[in-house]
């Protein structure tokens, strides 16, 4: 199919955007590759760098990447550890993805939703289905969602708009949707527009990997996504209609994992000079068993490898959020969470509908994208992040009240995360204790707000943190600094 008939296909314009560049040099990210070697003297002062709150050139970020020795790798470990703990603190925001629609024109050979997988049934949430999906959601605690789409002519603009006000309109007792993100193909311009109208929070589109011939591997030419630049763009025509909230992501495995990481910084680091923002979110999905995937790949990434490239983003992309999603095991989890993650996915189901309480296993497995690692229900996910001293949290308070670019300012503002994200994290912890917790995360969820009143300085923050706490105890909602 070629360029013409593909728009027309997607109603939507793909000749590039004005403003469209290729800011991924093959070329030089390999040389950069194969010829830095580990320097522990340099790297010091590259850690010294990102704990002065500075972002790391693609140069400094390959020499990370270098870093083979034991030691080294302690070094490197230490260093993500400090700048989450000393910038970053000690929250976690949780989500849920929501799979609307699994019909999808491309053929990714990686993805259970391929136009090629004949096993997959396909499905696409009615209005009633996607609001019984919702009142799932909010029963069991949720405020925040990704709804998740394949590419097909009819998951149109103005139908993915009219799922994020369904989303937003949807309450249940003290149940509400707070934040509606989305996780699908990229849009022309106009498109943005339309998505944007609608209150969406983030848009992520993922490159899967930045390596153009691997790229064309995975994705026939004769498909939209098959069109790598139409891809690599995306986020641009998403600035040029005012979304300045955006996540970008790899798929790991595809390719070698330090190319990878280098076109995720490249690519915030174009974002940051073509705009002024970088972006909201980095994800770093590795790739898991899916339909006719074999799995028998030369780049699968191994947990060591994985553990690197998570501390190395950390300090590479000081104003981004890192996502890690249920892809992962718990056990991974476990171990890397601390390298400064800033949000998971819990209680995830990535089977079209599959929040419903009655449904049927068999068809189950035939409508989900990927298998998952980590299969816990979000109550025991935040007992688990809780027991590890993380504050769970579902805050949207700087989306709502309009304080933009809310990772540059956590990094940026001296006392913006004691002000508002670690008090907001507080109370939207204690909500859900109050509303949808089993007894032993109450009891483990009001020790550690204890904990952390008892480590605010006396002042009428603190007395204001008391006085909206108690307030939730006598059932008032959404109380936000
Ligand atoms: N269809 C849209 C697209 O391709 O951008 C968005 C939705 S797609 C369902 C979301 C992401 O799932 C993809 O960008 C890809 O990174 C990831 N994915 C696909 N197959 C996967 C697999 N086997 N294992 C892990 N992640 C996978
Ligand atoms: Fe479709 Fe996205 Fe899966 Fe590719 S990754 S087959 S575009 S759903």
Redesign the pocket.
Known sequence: MDKEKMSKLMNMDMSLSKNAVDFIDDKYLHSLIENTKEDMVRNREIFKKALGKQPLSVEETASLLAITSKEGLEELYEAARSLKRAVYGNRIVLFAPLYVG?Y?I???KY?G??SSAKGTIRKTLGKDELIKEIYNLEDEGHKRLILVF??APQYSPEFIADCVRTCYATKKGNGEIRRVNINA?PLDVAGYKIVKEAGIGTFQVFQETYHKETYAKYHPANTV?GDYMWRLNAMDRAFEAGIDDMGIGALFGLYDWRFEVLGLVSHALHLQKSHGVGPHTISFPRIQPAQDLDMDLPYRVTDEQFKQLVAILRLAVPYTGLIMTARESKEIRDDVIEFGVSQIDAGTKLEIGGYQKDKNKEQELNKE?FQIGDTRELDEVIRWLLEREFIPSFCTSCYRVGRTGEHFMEFAIPGFIKRFCTPNAMLTLAEYLEDYSSPETKEAGYRLIQKELDQMSESGQKQQVIAKLEAIKKSQRDLLF
């Open positions: 699994n999808c491309n053929n990714c993805c939703f391929k394949g590419e193909a996504k994208q």
